[in-house]
């Protein structure tokens, strides 16, 4: 399960580094919870997530991601990122951010996402 795990997670980031929110929740379970610890509700099922999703790219466009950790098991991962890209206000983006995300037969059941609020405040402004 680890190798399905680690493919798992290679697909769901190519999906973030697309921009990508349908490939996004096509890899979700239909009950999918997507959090971020940001100060925001999560966001719970496909079309919620979707929506979260499209809004992350809408303030950052170019949004980039740069591994800086990766763990995987049996149902879970949990990565490091510095995020990059420029706010759609013009401003630059330079955020660090951690996911724990859990899988579920073959899918994502949840993804918390923990971003350093203070650059993000500043960087979106």
Same mark, same amino acid.
């Given at each position: 399960?680890t190798t399905?795990?680690r493919e798992?997670?290679e697909?769901?980031h190519?999906?973030?580094? +697309? /921009?990508? &929110?349908?490939?996004?929740?096509? =890899? %979700?379970?239909?009950?999918?919870?997507? %959090?971020? %610890?940001?100060g925001?509700e &999560? !966001? *719970?099922?496909r #079309?919620a997530i /979707?929506?979260? #999703? !499209?809004g992350?790219?809408? =303030?950052? &466009?170019?949004?980039?991601? /740069?591994?800086?950790?990766? /763990?995987?098991?049996? +149902?879970?991962?949990?990565? *490091?990122?510095q995020?990059?890209?420029?706010?759609?206000?013009? *401003? +630059?983006?330079?955020?660090?951010? #951690?996911d724990?995300? =859990? $899988?579920?037969?073959?899918?994502?059941?949840?993804? %918390?996402?923990?971003v350093?609020? $203070? #650059?993000?405040? !500043?960087?979106?402004?």
């Amino acid at each position: 399960m680890t190798t399905a795990t680690r493919e798992l997670f290679e697909r769901y980031h190519a999906c973030w580094a +697309d /921009r990508d &929110p349908d490939r996004i929740v096509a =890899l %979700h379970t239909a009950d999918s919870v997507f %959090h971020l %610890h940001s100060g925001q509700e &999560p !966001a *719970r099922g496909r #079309a919620a997530i /979707r929506g979260a #999703a !499209a809004g992350t790219f809408a =303030l950052v &466009p170019d949004l980039t991601f /740069r591994e800086l950790s990766l /763990r995987v098991g049996e +149902d879970f991962w949990v990565v *490091r990122w510095q995020l990059t890209g420029t706010s759609a206000t013009g *401003r +630059d983006v330079c955020v660090d951010l #951690a996911d724990f995300v =859990l $899988v579920e037969d073959g899918a994502v059941k949840e993804k %918390h996402s923990y971003v350093d609020g $203070v #650059a993000m405040q !500043a960087a979106l402004g």
